[in-house]
Each structure stands twice: as C-alpha cells, then as structure tokens.
C-alpha cells in the first residue's frame, strides 16, 4: 500500500475507482479490482456506489481548478518579488505610511468612469475641489466628481474634438479652458455652473494644446490671468483671459505645436513639435528674442514635455554630473519630452540631454514628474503608465497596466499650499496663494496622492492611496 494515504483515504480511494468504473460501464474491471481488494459486497452495496460515483471526476477537477489558481498566484507572487527587488527602503516605508513624497499609483483603479463616447484625449484636476475634467473626440467635456467616482455634468458647445483642458487662472477665481478641432479655444467658468463664458477666435488650425500661465512672470502684470495655446497652425498665442484678446504669438516651430510646459513662477514656457524639437521660450523678453533654446534628440514626433520640479534637482543635477544642485528658487534647469519615438529624454536647459529613458513599447504620450520630485511618470500606446525612480538613473521601478487601448493622457492633481503657521489659506497649485504670498514664504506643500488618465478605450481612470 502507498505510504502516502492513510488506510481510510486509501479505502476512499478504491471505493471511488470501483464506483467510477462501474457507472462508466467498466463492470469487469471494477469487478477484478473488488476480487483483489477483497471488498465484499456488503461493504460496497448500491448506496455506497452511489455515494463514491462522481468523487474521482470531482477531484479531478478540483485539482486542475487548484493547479490554475496556484499558477496565478505563483505570477502574483513573481510581480511582487520584482517590486520588492527594486524597491528601496523610503519606498517600502511609502507603501506601509503611504508617505506622499514617495508614493506612486498601482493597478487597479480606483475609479473608472464611464460616459464619454469616443477616445478621451485630456484631463485636468480642479486645484481645489473634488473636480475632475475630461474632453474628449466626442465634442464633449464631462466634469466628474473623483471622490464619488459619480459624472456631475457635460459640457457641450465644440463642435469638433475637444483636444485638450486645463484649469487655472485669475487669482480666487478659477476657469476652465479647453481647445478644439474647431479652431477655438472655450473658457468655462466652474462657479457659475460651468457656464461658456469666453471664445477665442485666432489660430488657422486645431489648437492642441491650452495651460494657463502661473502668476509672477518676470514683467507680465497681467501673469494671473495669462493662457498658452498650441496649434498645428505652428504657432504659440498667449491670450490674456480676462478681455479675450490674444497678447502675442510665438513662431518657431516648423511643424504642428503639440503640447506645452509652463514654469512655476510663470516666467519659461516649453513647447513641443511635429518636427522633431523641444523649444523653450522666455516669456519676460519681446517675441524676437523669446525663443532661447531648441532641444534637438528625438527622431520623430515630439508628443509631451514636462518642466522638472526643483523638487527633482538633487536627483538630475547628479545625473547630470553636478555635484551640487541648482538653487529651489530656479524654475528651469531640467526638463524631459518623448514621443513617438518611445523614448523620452532628460534635458538640461543648456540644451544637453543628460539621459534618455527606454522601455515603452510605442509612442509616448504624456509626461509628468511627481511633485515629491524622486519621480518621472508616463503614459503610452503601449497601455501602461510607467515610474521611473530619478535616484536611481532613471531606472523603470513600477509599469501600471492602466488601460485596455492607448493611454492618451496623464494628470498628477496639484499640490495644495497652506500657510505653516496658520494652517489656513489653500490657494492655487500655481506657486502663489490667494493673498498673493508665494509659496516659498513660510508655507507648506500638501502633496495630494492622486493621479488621472484617459484612454481610446473610453474610459477615465482615477488612482489615489
């Protein structure tokens, strides 16, 4: 007898084989097993073989059933080996305290919201309530509630594919802008019900990009109430949002203007291109002297760009070769751009890339580095958002399955600022409160753990702590 099973599992065992060969119509042979088994018939009447008839093919199954699951969770297991081994002893401590400064989204979602009826291509946060807009190719911008994960309302009034939102503007008085296929760009005002309260009229072509310009640019009086946009017309126009009327326009480009990048202190502006460059333009100088760096590296399509934090300088001045970094109050000395290329690179503001990242798998779309600073953050086609750790060279420490189809837009929400001593006043994520302090004078970031995406799959994905 097999010393595996005890003498009852091994009586179970012959009472099951016995059963199953007989209600399979191998009478003989359950026959032959009984006569060496020396199982009586007493022992083994018309109850018993029904009771033991269907046990072997259940356990069977279940055994399949059960080698399955332990593949999945050995692959579970696999994953969360790989984290472990990339992780560092301050992030293990973020996952556990979920410290701000070093946490970052993990799969699945928080919420999935569902309305909208064509690939959403933007999102945007409220700087302070619980608001979330999308826009999207239907024509639409949906405003969702992230807390809830509920949709408050839909705001229509483009008439082709709403390319890109942003919130922002006049101090104590925040808007919503959104650009279009349509040629315009929509201001919304979101305390009177989201009511269309301004069209501009100008650009000869989609606009593709809008973000409005944080106050306290070098010589801008007008800084608070100031928005960028980008247009395949190639051209940059900074409109003034109060009257409507467009200040000035930037050329340089030679190709469609994708996306844009403003500094805190509203001073730089980054634009990206269709052909091939980064340019960063210095707002406080006339237009013909703007234009002060072209970043020249990538081989296709510039998609994204992102100014880097002086919270990341102590990181990309050492990747960069410096053994001290930058001082805080410098609002651009790094930047990063990707596109279609799949890569994306790390610049210096001389124009120098000091590293180029690889590893998605198609072109990337959006760009984002985490306000704590150790952190760069995108989206591709490839369906994921990945992490890159700027402590560690830019190595690749997280990749997000975050939708089903092209992940087309990344937004982390901003920052809310409060006075230290006081604890009062949150004001705008844009470096200045509402009583006009800055933010470096005795107040205190509040990193909130929030990050948005949109997708072709339809669907808008929140992912908090």
Not at 69 to 87: F, R, V
Not at 248 to 254: M, P, Q, S, V
Request: charged share 20%; hydrophobic share 35%; net charge neutral.
């Amino acid at each position: 007898m097999s010393q595996l099973l005890t003498s009852r599992q091994a009586d179970e065992l012959h009472k099951a084989l016995i059963a199953y060969l007989s209600s399979t119509g191998h009478t003989q042979s359950a026959q032959q097993i009984r006569d060496e088994l020396n199982i009586p018939e007493s022992s083994f009447d018309a109850a018993t073989a029904k009771k033991y008839e269907g046990l072997l093919e259940k356990k069977w199954t279940s055994v399949v059933r059960l080698q399955k699951k332990i593949m999945d969770l050995e692959g579970k297991a696999a994953q969360l080996q790989n984290e472990l081994d990339s992780a560092t002893p301050t992030s293990l401590a973020a996952r556990k305290n979920h410290d701000p400064t070093t946490w970052l989204p993990r799969a699945p979602a928080r919420h999935t919201l569902q309305s909208h009826r064509q690939p959403i291509t933007s999102v945007a946060f409220h700087p302070l309530f619980s608001s979330l807009a999308s826009g999207s190719e239907d024509c639409t911008i949906k405003i969702w509630d992230y807390e809830l994960g509920e949709l408050e309302r839909t705001l229509k009034s483009h008439t082709k594919a709403v390319l890109d939102v942003d919130f922002g503007g006049p101090r104590g008085n925040t808007l919503l802008a959104s650009c279009s296929s349509d040629l315009t760009i929509k201001l919304w005002d979101p305390a009177d019900e989201y009511k269309n309260i301004r069209t501009l009229p100008g650009h000869d072509h989609s606009v593709s990009c809008v973000r409005f310009i944080p106050s306290g640019a070098a010589g801008a009086p007008l800084s608070g109430n100031l928005l960028a946009s980008a247009s395949r017309d190639k051209t940059i126009r900074i409109w003034d949002v109060t009257t409507g009327y467009c200040l000035r326009t930037l050329r340089g480009h030679g190709e469609w203007v994708r996306s844009l990048s403003a500094t805190f202190d509203g001073r730089w502006l980054l634009s990206t291109s269709s052909d091939q460059t980064g340019r960063m333009w210095d707002l406080s100088q006339p237009d013909s002297n703007a234009l002060k760096q072209t970043f020249m590296a990538h081989e296709h399509v510039v998609e994204c760009c992102a100014f880097a934090p002086p919270s990341t300088y102590t990181h990309l001045s050492s990747l960069a070769g410096l053994k001290k970094p930058p001082p805080a109050s410098s609002s651009a000395e790094y930047l990063a751009t990707a596109g279609r290329d799949k890569l994306i690179k790390i610049f210096s503001t001389n124009g120098i890339c000091i590293k180029t990242l690889t590893g998605h798998d198609n072109w990337v779309r959006s760009l984002v580095f985490h306000p704590g600073g150790k952190y760069l953050l995108s989206c591709s086609d490839d369906k994921t958002i990945r992490c890159w750790d700027l402590a560690q060279e830019g190595k690749c420490v997280r990749v997000i399955e975050a939708a089903d189809h092209f992940v087309s837009c990344l937004r982390w929400a901003p920052s809310i600022y409060k006075e230290a001593d006081s604890g009062g006043g949150s004001g705008l994520a844009n470096g200045t409160l509402t009583n006009g302090t800055k933010k470096d004078e005795g107040v205190k970031e509040q990193i909130r753990c929030l990050v948005a995406c949109g997708s072709v799959d339809l669907n808008v994905r929140v992912f908090s702590a």
